[in-house]
Each structure stands twice: as C-alpha cells, then as structure tokens.
C-alpha cells in the first residue's frame, strides 16, 4: 500500500497493528513504518513522534534505534532545525556505531546540515572523519561524502 502511495490505507492497516500489538515488535515496525510516510508527506511533527515511540519503549532497543535517531534527525532537517537534526545524526554514530549502515548515513547527514548551517570547516571535519573510517567505505554514502568534501574545500 506504501508503494502505490494509497498512504490513508496504509495507515490505517498501521495504526491497527500499533494498536493491536502495542508492544510487539510488529508496532514497533509499524510505528518505524508511519514516520518514514509521515516523512515522505513533509509531516514531520507527526513523523517524529512515532520515532520517539519507537525509542520510548525499552525491549525495542536494538536496531531499531539507530533507524529511529536518524528518523527524528531528519524530522528536525525538515523542520530546517539544523543545528538540532545535527545532535541526532552525531548520537548515532558515538552510540549505535556497530550499526554501519546507519553511521554513514548519519556521518553524511550531518555534513550536509553543517553546509546548511554555513559552517564548511565543521562538514569537512565531519566527512574527514567519515572517510577515515574504512568500514562505510562499502555504503554508498561514502562515495557521496568524497563528492561533498571535494565541493566543502573550495569553500573558506
């Protein structure tokens, strides 16, 4: 239903599931589920309070936090509350860093809100220290943080 963007079924047949199971894993992936809609809707309000859902409940912890830091942090980019979206995307990588996936998105995240945020030296640091690290080497945000840090060094 997400695919063909019937967006009010789908959430629907995700809000039963929340309700239904509330505590189950299956709400947690629906919660998971609703803020990425919520998202792609540009309803980052609502978005963000899934996530913090997802994060509330503690036999929830695992990978679905990571996943749910990173939603809130792009619910603050949304918002284009920078500085706060930048705080989300750092806790990922200091505290879920053997989630790699999720740490190179995160690492290229905040990057790219610092260049918003008009700081190139802060984004260069951060994609440095991203490429550095020879494990997000095979996501395909590394290639993409090569790309920003060549653009941030012609910036002073």
């Not at 996530?51 to 695992?62: F, P, Q, T």
């Not at 809130?72 to 860093?97: D, K, M, P, T, V």
């Not at 790699?100 to 918003?116: D, G």
Request: hydrophobic content about 40%.
């Amino acid at each position: 239903a997400i695919k063909s963007e019937a967006f009010q079924l789908a959430e629907t047949h995700l809000d039963v599931i929340r309700e239904v199971f509330a505590t189950s894993d299956a709400a947690a992936d629906a919660l998971l589920m609703l803020g990425d809609m919520y998202l792609s809707q540009k309803r980052p309000s609502k978005a963000d309070t899934c996530y913090k859902d997802v994060l509330s409940v503690r036999s929830w912890r695992g990978p679905r936090s990571p996943r749910a830091v990173f939603g809130r942090g792009e619910c603050a980019r949304q918002r284009r509350q920078y500085l706060e979206a930048c705080a989300f995307y750092e806790r990922i990588y200091l505290l879920y860093a053997h989630y790699s996936p999720w740490v190179a998105k995160a690492y290229l995240a905040r990057a790219q809100c610092l260049e918003r945020l008009r700081k190139p030296a802060a984004a260069r640091e951060v994609l440095e220290t991203m490429l550095a690290n020879e494990k997000l080497a095979e996501f395909p945000e590394f290639q993409e943080a090569k790309a920003l840090l060549a653009k941030t060094r012609s910036q002073p």
